[in-house]
């Protein structure tokens, strides 16, 4: 079982470029999550989908952000243009039908640099 | 509005001591309560829970309390031990069957040798 999958690991690209980070869930898992970890606010949610569909985009910062998920294996966030604030490093999460015991199965994260 | 916090950034014990990682919340109405640990450069891992019609829950060497009243949780790790060196967060659902985790922002702890 390989987990969820994000690409890239790491990248750095300078102010004003769009930004794509790929999220790949656990084969059967319909819900899928997309985190930010910053120093100063810890893991905040930015958008949730459960069967492809976005239930909850509170989180989403500002319009500078969007999220997609085409189909059950695949999701993606872009941010553009990306600012040196969006520094951060950006987890994608899966959890199973139902959500048996809440528990969510993180990535292992994408380091975002703004220069 | 920080609804689960944790307000120790960071935490030292010796090797074989306690580690006493502690988290507060605001709404009375969460039910379920969740601990992740995280390795540089991994994303959280998932630790342990409890239901909020227990007052304790343990797996091996890590127990977790609940004090409703005080809206007040802790994790206990006994004994501690070098491997244990993460950062752990707390965290609860947002509300109910949504999916929606509330997180902590985190407490590293550094179990020294």
């Known amino acids: 079982d390989a987990g969820v999958i994000q690409s890239p690991r790491h990248e750095v690209t300078e102010m004003g470029q769009e930004v794509t980070l790929r999220c790949k869930p656990i084969?059967?898992?319909?819900?899928l999550f997309w985190y930010r970890q910053t120093m100063m606010r810890g893991l905040e949610l930015l958008i949730y989908?459960?069967?492809?569909?976005?239930?909850?985009d509170s989180g989403m910062p500002e319009d500078r952000f969007s999220a997609k998920m085409p189909n059950a294996s695949f999701s993606t966030l872009k941010i553009q243009p990306s600012e040196p604030r969006d520094s951060a490093v950006y987890f994608c999460?899966?959890?199973?039908?139902?959500?048996?015991?809440?528990?969510?199965?993180f990535g292992p994260g994408t380091r975002l640099t703004v220069l | 509005d920080q609804q689960v916090k944790q307000n120790s950034p960071s935490l030292s014990v010796q090797e074989g001591r306690i580690s006493i990682l502690n988290c507060d919340y605001t709404?009375?109405?969460?039910?379920?309560f969740l601990w992740y640990k995280k390795y540089p450069a991994e994303g959280p891992t998932f630790l342990i829970s409890?239901?909020?019609?227990?007052d304790k829950n343990e797996d091996g060497r890590f127990t977790v309390f609940l004090n409703k009243s005080a809206k007040h949780l802790s994790l206990h790790i006994v004994p501690s031990q070098p491997g244990d060196s993460a950062v752990y967060f707390c965290?609860?659902?947002?509300?109910?069957?949504?999916?929606?985790?509330?997180f902590g922002q985190g407490t590293t702890l550094q179990v020294k040798p």
């Open positions: 989908f459960n069967n492809n569909v976005p239930i909850d």
């Open positions: 709404n009375s109405m969460f039910d379920y």
């Open positions: 409890i239901s909020s019609i227990k």
């Open positions: 999460a899966s959890g199973p039908p139902g959500l048996a015991g809440n528990e969510q199965f």
């Open positions: 084969s059967g898992h319909d819900y």
């Open positions: 965290a609860a659902p947002g509300s109910s069957n949504t999916g929606k985790l509330i």
